[in-house]
């Protein structure tokens, strides 16, 4: 079961990160909105894979973050079919409710932030949520928040003993690098050609 909840969650985490960077080196806005589409997909699929492996590892944070992160994911899919201004604000409350949520279970489950993968899953909330937000807003900064995502549930994950996931995560960051440098890149030729 383990395997297999790594290797779904784990595909999908990568694709989406594929995709994302597969948008930022898309010359037509059309290819690029096919990418991002795909991005979000993906990023959904395998988000229930994610939530119960932090579920069984009772990594409350992480994983009521991961569920709270749904509806950021929901607004970057709705952004990237009908644009900007058509996602409902809701599902920014939402997000934020499971946040606290996550948060107020650890801190009762374990008497506070007592253990180094407690300090490793708020870097993982913090990356994850302010990633996938800025992303869904097409945020060049989402890219620096997923990289600090990436690192800390790599690390998490070693420590848990989930390789494949571990990983996935480092390669993960590989792409995310590369989107946040070609964005950056494509940013300076638009802004050197006016």
Same mark, same amino acid.
């Given at each position: ?70 509806? /950021?994911? &929901?607004? %970057? $899919? ?12 809701? @599902?920014?409350?939402? !997000? ?57 549930? /790599?690390? &998490?994950? %070693? $420590? ?12 993960? @960051?590989?792409?995310? !690098? ?17």
């Amino acid at each position: 079961m383990d395997s297999l909840l790594q290797i779904w969650g784990g595909s999908s985490y990568l694709l989406n990160k594929i995709c994302f960077a597969g948008a930022e080196r898309s010359s037509a806005a059309l290819n690029s909105r096919k990418w991002r589409l795909w991005s979000w997909i993906v990023y959904l699929a395998g988000l229930p894979a994610w939530v119960t492996v932090f579920i069984l590892e009772r990594n409350w944070i992480a994983a009521m973050v991961e569920a709270g992160g749904a509806p /950021a994911m &929901l607004i %970057g $899919l709705i952004i990237a079919l009908r644009g900007h201004g058509s996602e409902p604000r809701w @599902l920014d409350w939402l !997000a934020r409710l499971s946040v606290v949520g996550g948060l107020l279970l650890s801190l009762h489950e374990f008497g506070g932030i007592t253990t180094a993968g407690q300090v490793l899953e708020l870097c993982i909330a913090a990356g994850f949520l302010m990633g996938t937000y800025l992303m869904a807003k097409e945020n060049v900064q989402g890219y620096l928040w997923f990289m600090l995502g990436n690192v800390s549930c /790599a690390a &998490l994950m %070693g $420590l848990q003993g989930y390789s494949i996931l571990m990983a996935q995560q480092l390669v993960s @960051l590989v792409f995310v !690098a590369d989107a946040w440098r070609s964005r950056k890149a494509a940013k300076g030729r638009d802004s050197s050609t006016r």
